[in-house]
């Protein structure tokens, strides 16, 4: 009965440091030392062996059986352990794929943009420059078409006064004209040759003109003189027909070149609407990838933190079993121990 008591509390001693060691959450209804007492109790009143090794073998059973429920909860915890890791690291996977693609994208559209808004800075600076060359060409054609206007008041004039100057050969043939009208005709005469640069050609004329009156045959020089104005009138209307021709031909040169350069204008002004599109299209491309970068970003870092934490959970869940469950192995082992040691006392009995 000695040897018994002492081995008991051992074994008590070493449950205890076990049930320390590996607390047991699922035999809160069961206690090893209530068994090792109601033993001990059940050898002190001879109780039959069969009747102990009951008591024993139901506490084996029930240790078998709350592990076997414990396996289930295990498994199950495993596997929803599993299936938790499993969906969290595709979407911290999803997170990582998107916020690649998305990085990627805002990273050639930030390239895109810059050398679109380059390419819209050249082409703003080469329109300000055709617009500026279109003005130019304005204002030089408006400067000809004054110059034209004046010219053609100018010859206009000296076909008038040579017309008058003729009317005055034709006066002083008939001896009509004073010498005050030829001084006055003299100097429209000299006036129009000055103004419209045909000094050369009203040089014979006027010459005949200002010696009229000292001609022996006035008749005869005043006839002479009505054909030398005659031909002096139509080199003034040839000059001025190739003078009209001329600004024919600038007005024509002006309108092809100012024609190219406004459909240059047309040209660029399409261009930049184009290039101002494309801007805001990129702006608005790197305003979603961004905001879908930012989300990506989130998302990642929100389901690592439920990995991590999911993975820590179902480690503690691995701890736990492992302890619990060497717990029961150790309360097994201490039946065992017990069990023999009845069959022991049971035998000295006999």
């Known amino acids: 009965m000695k040897v018994t008591l002492t081995l008991l509390i051992v074994l008590a001693i070493a449950n205890a440091g076990m049930v320390q060691k590996f607390p047991l959450k699922y035999g809160g209804k069961r206690s090893i030392m209530n068994i090792m007492v109601e033993v001990e109790n059940k050898i002190k009143s001879h109780s039959p062996l069969d009747t102990i090794k009951g008591v024993l073998d139901n506490f084996k059973s029930a240790v078998s059986e709350e592990q076997g429920t414990h396996d289930e909860v295990y498994t199950a915890q495993q596997a929803e352990c599993q299936s938790e890791i499993a969906y969290r690291r595709a979407e911290v996977d999803d997170a990582l794929s998107t916020l690649k693609i998305a990085n990627g994208i805002l990273k050639s559209s930030n390239i895109l943009l810059k050398k679109t808004q380059a ?13 500026l060359h279109i003005d130019l060409i ?11 206007n004046r010219g053609a008041v100018t010859f206009n004039d000296a076909i008038n006064a040579i017309d008058d100057a003729i009317d005055l050969g ?38 005949a003109l200002a010696s009229i009156k000292q001609e022996s045959d006035a008749a005869g020089a005043a006839e002479r003189l ?25 007005i024509a040169l002006f309108t092809q070149q100012k024609d190219l350069y406004l459909d240059t204008q047309n040209r660029l002004e399409s261009s930049k609407q184009q290039l101002v599109s494309k801007a805001e ?15 990506a970003t989130n998302k990642k870092q929100r389901n690592q933190i439920l990995w991590d934490d ?16 060497e717990g029961r192995r150790q309360e097994l082992i201490l039946v065992q121990e017990l069990e023999r040691a009845v069959e022991r006392r049971a035998a000295e009995q006999q």
């Not at 390419?119 to 329109?127: P, R």
């Not at 408006?142 to 034209?148: F, H, L, V």
């Not at 045909?198 to 014979?204: D, R």
């Open 170 to 207: 034709v006066s002083l043939v008939k001896g009509e004209a004073s010498l005050i009208q030829v001084a006055d005709m003299t100097t429209k005469l000299m006036m129009a040759s000055v103004a419209t640069k045909m000094n050369k050609a009203f040089m014979i004329p006027l010459a």
């Open 310 to 325: 999911a993975e820590d959970l179902c480690h503690s869940f691995d701890v736990e079993y492992e302890a619990v469950t």
């Open 281 to 295: 299209s990129l702006q608005g491309v790197i305003t979603v990838q961004t905001a879908i970068s930012q989300a």
């Open 226 to 250: 009505v054909q030398l104005l005659q031909t002096l009138r139509s080199n003034v209307e040839e000059a001025w027909a190739s003078y009209t021709a001329e600004n024919t031909n600038a």
């Open 119 to 131: 390419t819209l800075g050249e082409t703003e600076n080469i329109l300000n420059s055709v617009s």
């Open 138 to 148: 304005n204002d030089v054609r408006k400067e000809d078409t004054q110059s034209y």
